[in-house]
């Protein structure tokens, strides 16, 4: 599971990842076992392991933009500092993949800034469009508008991001020579789920907290939506990549 919340105050329960039952449960449970089948497939080829560093790099990239376009907009003093780390740790995490993908023969080079990053794919694009209008409808309900909404998603694809990197971890074990770097991208994360979850805390006043979560179901339902699609897409991709004629396996292999 993703790092809770750390001292959550009372109101603010709905921070902490949901406790799931029903189809939203059977729905979390199909993906994270598509997930594993696919990370498998990809890391059964040379090139499936780049496309999968490619999948991270990309990540954090998007979250660079998100970072300087929904948070940059005239932030309080005290966050500033905070978003100048979480946008140093992003940017490092981006040069780490790349060089990463690198070494396994692939070109990639990280972004010098936000703006010039590659534009995210057409699945990305429109989940950063529903999460735009989800900014928009919800920003003028909140004294600190459009930044409640964007740290609500910003938490939740954080915690989306730790959940990935232990299911990986977990599934290649800590021989395999992507271990260290995921295993620090993830410490990285599960920190900055602490500073979401905060400065939520700090930013949403008592009379906007039922707003808050009425948000939070929003974010964690558009995640969902998203997820199924996304686990199948890279199924698929790993098992094309592993049966393309001549694939190489990578030196080290996963554990079974």
Same mark, same amino acid.
């Given at each position: ?73 005239? &932030?309080?003093?005290?966050?500033? @500092?905070? $978003?100048?780390?979480?946008? #140093?740790?992003?940017?490092? =995490? +981006?040069?780490? /993949? !790349? ?20 534009? &995210?794919?057409?699945?990305?694009? @429109?989940? $950063?469009?529903?999460?735009? #209008?989800?900014?928009?409808? =919800? +920003?003028?309900? /909140? !004294? ?113």
């Amino acid at each position: 599971m993703a790092a809770d919340p750390v001292g959550a105050a009372p109101g603010f329960d709905c921070l902490a990842p949901p406790s799931l039952r029903g189809w939203p449960a059977l729905q979390a449970r199909l993906v994270h076992h598509v997930k594993r089948a696919a990370l498998r497939q990809l890391h059964a080829s040379n090139a499936g392991e780049m496309l999968l560093l490619r999948f991270y790099l990309v990540g954090e990239e998007s979250s660079e933009q998100a970072l300087q376009r929904e948070l940059r907009i005239a &932030p309080p003093e005290w966050l500033v @500092r905070q $978003l100048d780390q979480h946008l #140093a740790d992003e940017q490092l =995490h +981006a040069r780490l /993949f !790349a060089e990463a993908i690198v070494e396994r023969g692939g070109s990639a080079l990280a972004a010098a800034s936000p703006e010039e990053a590659p534009q &995210p794919d057409w699945f990305s694009r @429109r989940k $950063l469009a529903r999460w735009q #209008a989800l900014i928009r409808r =919800h +920003a003028p309900h /909140f !004294a600190h508008g459009g930044l409640v909404p964007a740290y609500a998603i910003g938490l939740a694809a954080e915690q989306m991001a730790s959940r990935i990197l232990q299911r990986h971890c977990a599934l290649i074990g800590p021989r395999h020579a992507l271990h260290p770097l995921l295993s620090r991208v993830m410490a990285d994360e599960d920190r900055h789920i602490r500073l979401c979850s905060h400065t939520l805390q700090r930013c949403v006043a008592p009379h906007e907290q039922a707003r808050l979560v009425q948000l939070m179901r929003e974010v964690r339902d558009t995640e969902r939506g998203f997820g199924v699609t996304g686990a199948l897409g890279m199924w698929i991709a790993g098992v094309a990549l592993r049966l393309r004629p001549g694939a190489a396996r990578p030196v080290q292999q996963h554990h079974a």
